[in-house]
Nanobody, 115 residues
Framework: QVQLVESGGGLVQPGGSLRLSCTTS????????MGWFRQTPGKQRELVAV???????TYADSAKGRFTISKNNAKNTVYLQMNSLKPEDSAVYYC?????????WGQGTQVTVSS
């Protein structure tokens, strides 16, 4: 059973930066795409950024220009570099790995942007 382990969340001031990491227990090449989603209480989980096996990327409008998704195949790790953070970026961030129609999820990591 593949596991996704996230790290890097925390408390940061507005305008600050954080880098989230997600490491898979298996080879990252087995997944068609990996991504980051986020969720706040009472709202649906929403896409933040996705990167495919071929390194094509997609971003939510709210993330464009501020967030960068990348991966290190040798380390089986996907990253989300978040810059110019805003209070509205506060959420639980979840790592996602997709293979065909099957999704795997990490346990989530809390990001809080507050002064």
């Amino acid at each position: 059973q593949v596991q996704l382990v996230e790290s890097g969340g925390g408390l940061v001031q507005p305008g600050g930066s954080l880098r989230l990491s997600c490491t898979t227990s298996g080879s990252i090449f087995t997944f068609d795409a990996m991504g980051w989603f986020r969720q706040t209480p009472g709202k649906q989980r929403e896409l933040v950024a996705v990167i495919t096996r071929g390194d094509a990327t997609t971003y939510a409008d709210s993330a464009k220009g501020r967030f960068t998704i990348s991966k290190n195949n040798a380390k089986n790790t996907v990253y989300l570099q978040m810059n110019s953070l805003k209070p509205e970026d506060s959420a639980v961030y979840y790592c996602n790995a997709r293979r065909g129609a099957t999704d795997k999820w990490g346990q989530g990591t809390q990001v809080t942007v507050s002064s």
